[in-house]
């Protein structure tokens, strides 16, 4: 008997073993894709660079581009603190590196880690295989990984959803738990306001009318309130009036839609691109999967009808939506292979479970065909403004027929240099009828130039092409290239017309 009872706790803790090192080597997994993801430069939407880290740029270094987002007072400062916390340590820790880009990157997929925790959290509810089937999805899933290498407030926003959503799902509802997952929605709401009908859905099926667990919730969520409300003051704004102006911008004066509307239906051609023919069959574990997690199904449809609602759209707005539906697939197709290996030896169940690792992985390779290069688009302008940056006697830099949302800003030439932005006229107020004309007094005030290879034969023949790069953004391809003329700088009046925040001020962007 004796030797049944030593045998019994040896095969126990072997297993118990056996499952933290394929929870621990599923995170190695997750955090590696994560960091390899956030080296190649490029990015998903320019809010990413605008809206974040060059306002993190200007409060660490004192300058930055300022879009009318920012001037209009209509942005918090959660974000921008949080990245510029990580710029300044990047830059102090090497002050002539890349550190200070890579680091809010590297923060942001850091943060991530934590749907990874949650979606096997979520799956291990049912069972082990589950969760771990879970955890391996989100952290494999492309999409998925591609997003949390971006410090977008969709990103960081799932980030804090998922694992408050475990919290509050999970059956066993603790003071602690309950206060942290109110924090964590706090922080998931005021990191995308719009995703607040989602989190009241998931809050209300699962708290439903428990007075005591609301009280814990909601005092977690007062966390978040108060650290938000002190990012707004750091970046002298008003606690939480960003959030009034921005509806006011955008539900009363309908700016957003100037950058473009799309029918209702619009959401399942980005769901078809994205998963292509692989979108036919999720339904199916998705739905599965609904039966037993109805609460984060129901949030992940409130999401998607609310968006769909909205006129303009962008696909990553419903990033809350494709997250937790794949998450949801993922906790779906283990509990089908589960049931159809019931009768199976345990070698054959060992073999179906391998197999569906494999498939998944394989599936996420090749939905990411065609569909990783929106997560880095304009690389050629950004690659020659980090060329442009390293010309020691670089002082002012002139973008040239290219959209300033093309590049990256201050917070990637990290010199506090003029930058111009030289685009066509119809851009321009009726001040500056023809930018053309001025263009001797511009040039003279900076020796860099970023332009398309093709407009490089308008630019004064002092200047010379020092390097090109390929740059592919859907079906145009071209060459951006930089040139430079070894003089100095010659600043005049006429120049300061175009320099990039007057541009900005002067058409409203």
């Known amino acids: 008997m004796a030797n049944k009872d030593k045998s019994a706790a040896s095969f126990s803790l072997k297993s118990i073993q056996a499952s933290h090192l394929t929870v621990l080597l599923i995170t190695l997994l997750a955090l590696c894709l994560r960091m390899t993801a956030i080296f190649p430069i490029g990015y998903y939407h320019p809010d990413e660079i605008f809206q974040y880290l060059e306002q993190a740029h200007r409060l660490a270094f004192g300058y930055s581009v300022i879009p009318w987002e920012y001037r209009y007072g209509m942005r918090g400062g959660l974000v921008p603190v949080l990245l510029a916390a990580a710029m300044k340590m990047g830059d102090i820790m090497s002050t002539q590196s890349f550190l200070y880009w890579v680091l809010p990157h590297a923060i942001t997929a850091l943060l991530s880690l934590g749907v990874i925790w949650s979606a096997y959290k979520l799956g291990r509810l049912h069972s082990f295989f589950t969760g771990c089937l879970a955890m391996f999805v989100a952290a494999t899933w492309y999409e998925i990984v591609l997003f949390a290498a971006h410090p977008l407030s969709e990103s960081l926003s799932f980030a804090a959803f998922m694992p408050a959503a475990y919290y509050l799902i999970a059956e066993e509802k603790k003071k602690s738990s309950l206060i942290l997952s109110g924090f964590l929605m706090g922080l998931s709401a005021l990191l995308r306001f719009q995703y607040i009908p989602s989190i009241l859905f998931i809050t209300l099926f699962t708290l439903r009318i428990n007075v005591r667990q609301w009280g814990y919730f909601i005092l977690g969520g007062l966390g978040a309130v ?194 111009y932005s030289l685009l066509p006229p119809n851009m321009y107020s009726t001040r500056y009828p023809d930018p053309i004309a001025l263009s001797p007094s511009l040039f003279s005030a900076s020796n860099a130039i970023i332009s398309a290879a093709s407009s490089g034969k308008n630019l004064p023949k002092e200047y010379r092409q020092v390097s090109c790069y390929l740059q592919k953004n859907g079906e145009k391809t071209e060459d951006i290239c930089l040139f430079f003329r070894p003089s100095s700088c010659f600043k005049k009046e006429t120049a300061d017309n175009f320099e990039i925040n007057k541009v900005l001020k002067n058409i409203d962007q």
């Open 226 to 419: 108060f650290i938000s409300s002190l990012s707004d003051i750091f970046i002298g704004e008003y606690p939480l009036l960003w959030l009034f102006k921005n509806i006011q911008q955008n539900l009363i004066f309908h700016r957003a839609e100037d950058y473009g509307t799309a029918p209702i239906y619009s959401y399942f051609f980005d769901i078809w691109t994205n998963w292509k023919w692989f979108s036919l069959i999720l339904p199916i574990p998705i739905l599965v999967a609904a039966y037993r997690y109805p609460a984060l199904f129901g949030t992940a449809l409130v999401n998607l009808i609310f968006h769909m609602l909205v006129s303009h759209k962008e696909y990553r707005f419903i990033f809350l939506s494709s997250g937790i539906f794949i998450i949801l697939a993922a906790i779906g197709s283990a509990i089908l292979i589960e049931k159809a290996t019931v009768n199976f030896t345990p070698l054959h169940k060992k073999l179906a479970q391998i197999a569906a690792f494999t498939t998944w992985g394989a599936c996420s390779f090749l939905c990411s065909t065609g569909n990783i290069s929106h997560w880095y688009q304009y690389r050629g302008v950004l690659q020659a403004e980090m060329k442009a940056r390293s010309l020691s006697n670089l002082c002012g830099l002139t973008l040239y027929q290219i959209d300033y949302w093309e590049s990256g800003g201050y917070s990637l030439l990290h010199r506090p240099i003029p930058i």
